[in-house]
């Protein structure tokens, strides 16, 4: 799990801090005892140490800051690892926490660059980069016969100035904020920073954008390459959550900032039916479905962290201004139950980014704090650290059942900065656990593969 805010530089000047971070990471021994976790024993990357100027692992010439999502290669073997406000993607060996590589995105409009998420390609031969404020998707390739990574910049996909394959402006010069009448539009995609890079089973990347609207890409392409478009009126803004079951891949779009749209919980359904480049689809084509949207300004909803359980029968939809969880049914998208995450181990949990155990049995959730650095007015928790949630009735329902707080203090003032975000889980190939998992859901994976092969 991602601490996002810093651990190094605070002074008067810089109350904040000016880089740094942690890593937390617990062992499943600890987590998936019988009779839940007993300890607190994570072990602390300070990332502010590790990426040190002075030291032999960071030769960019500028600091990491702040951590944000990070993601297991496909065997396990290597973490990559997003810095947010720097654009810095740091690759770690996975067993023995040691440094890799680490490489900082090209700039984009006015200079900017950031890391959001770097998440891997379906066969771990890339990693791909939303680089969000640079207005970029980007690719580091890893050749697994030199065990070398290395930073493609001929691969970048431009998302402010490339034209679609069908002819119309990537981003376009419209209504930024959604309450106005013309934001909407069939073409509209009016701020291109992009969220969350979703890569499917059938090695597609699908990317949301801050604006609203989306690209479907090859990333084995170079420069990678638009397969599928779509515009805001389809697709609304700020999505980060993607969970793939069968051949659907579920994604939310949510909150933004008071100005644009401080209220938002959408839900969609896309078909991993993509064609490989050069060969691409109309634009607006119908492999994309709304499922449900609630943007009332005052009803206070931000979709964020998804998850499947159940062997991917139900879909889980986390809200960080709600602190619920949405449970609905996969095949039919039929609505189960909403879960409260707030009571008796925190009044304000704010659940950001969610994931889910080897054995299904429980879902861990990075848990904001009370001065976050991203997600604006949705991102303030008074708790923050690991929940775990337990998952019952097959998936359907479950409970907030332990919270692990971590502490983070203001180098300046004292403050508490802690701000979890980013949360993974890595299985060890050799680990029993994975062993038993395997075995209680192979029968339900086969039942859902003959359901919904089409």
Known sequence: MTEHNNTAGYSAGA??????????????????????????????????????LTGGNNNTGANAVRPHMTYPSPDSRYMALAFVSSGHVAILDAATRRPKALFRRSAGPGGARQAHAATWAIDGRAILVANQN???????????????????????????????????????????NASDPAYFGPANRPDNAPICPIVTFQNRVVVTLRGGGMFVGDPTTTPMAIVAEYGNALYGRDGCGGIQVGNKVYLNGGAGTTTTNESEFMLYTLEDKFPAAPDFLPANDARIRPLFRDGNA????????????????????????????????????????????????????????????????????????????????????????LGI?????????????????TELRNGFNGSEESDPHGIVVRVRKSHGILRSAKRAAEPQRQRLRNTWQD
């Open 389 to 405: 949630m337990s998952v019952t009735h097959g998936g359907a329902s479950g409970e907030l059942i332990h919270l692990r707080r």
């Open 134 to 176: 640079g207005k970029k998707l980007e690719r580091i390739n890893y050749d697994p016969a030199c065990d070398e990574f290395t930073h493609d910049t001929a691969g970048t996909l431009d998302l402010a100035n490339c034209r679609t394959p069908n002819g119309l402006p990537c981003e376009t010069a419209t209504p930024i």
């Open 298 to 385: 005052g009803s206070d909803r931000d979709a964020h962290g998804m998850t499947a359980t159940g062997n991917g029968y139900y879909i889980w939809v986390f809200d960080r201004l709600a602190n619920v969880a949405e449970v609905h049914r996969s095949f039919d998208f039929k609505y189960v139950r909403t879960i409260p995450l707030a009571g008796p181990l925190s009044a304000d949990p704010t659940p950001d980014i969610v994931a889910l155990s080897p054995l299904g049995n429980r879902i861990y959730i990075a848990l904001r704090g009370p001065q976050p650095q991203t997600g604006a007015h949705a991102s303030a928790g008074s708790t923050p650290g």
């Open 15 to 52: 109350q904040r801090g000016t880089h740094g971070g942690r890593l937390y990471i617990w062992d499943s021994e600890d987590l998936e005892a019988e009779g839940g976790p007993v300890t607190n024993r994570a072990q602390t990357i300070d990332l502010a140490e590790m990426y040190s």
